[in-house]
Nanobody, 109 residues
Framework: QVHLAESGGGFVQPGGSLRLPCVVS??????VVWYRRAPGHQREHVAV???????MYTDSVKGRFTISRNSAKTTVDLQLTDLTPEDTAIYYC?????WGQGTQVIVSS
């Protein structure tokens, strides 16, 4: 059975940083996508790492967020830096049809 578990969310001030791990069990973390859903908004694609290791980001997070995968392909991290209140959302990781439960990030002074 495939299971994804996000963690690392929390409350942070503008300009701060967080690291969100997505731990994958029961499958290889080959094509993993991080999404987020902000209050009152639709779910948004944030970053993806492909089976070949290519990474892509939505424009609003380029240069601030970094997605990375460990060599065992069991964990995909999303490093968030220079956070703004607009980054406040629940962050989810996705592997094919499987989803984690999400982890909440709140950016506020």
């Amino acid at each position: 059975q495939v299971h994804l578990a996000e963690s690392g969310g929390g409350f942070v001030q503008p300009g701060g940083s967080l690291r969100l791990p997505c731990v994958v069990s029961g499958a290889i973390a080959d094509h993993v996508v991080w999404y987020r859903r902000a209050p009152g908004h639709q779910r948004e694609h944030v970053a993806v790492v492909t089976p070949s290791g290519q990474t892509m980001y939505t424009d609003s997070v380029k240069g601030r967020f970094t997605i990375s995968r460990n060599s065992a392909k069991t964990t995909v991290d999303l490093q968030l830096t220079d956070l703004t209140p607009e980054d406040t959302a629940i962050y989810y990781c996705n592997l094919h049809e499987h989803w984690g439960q999400g982890t909440q990030v709140i950016v506020s002074s």
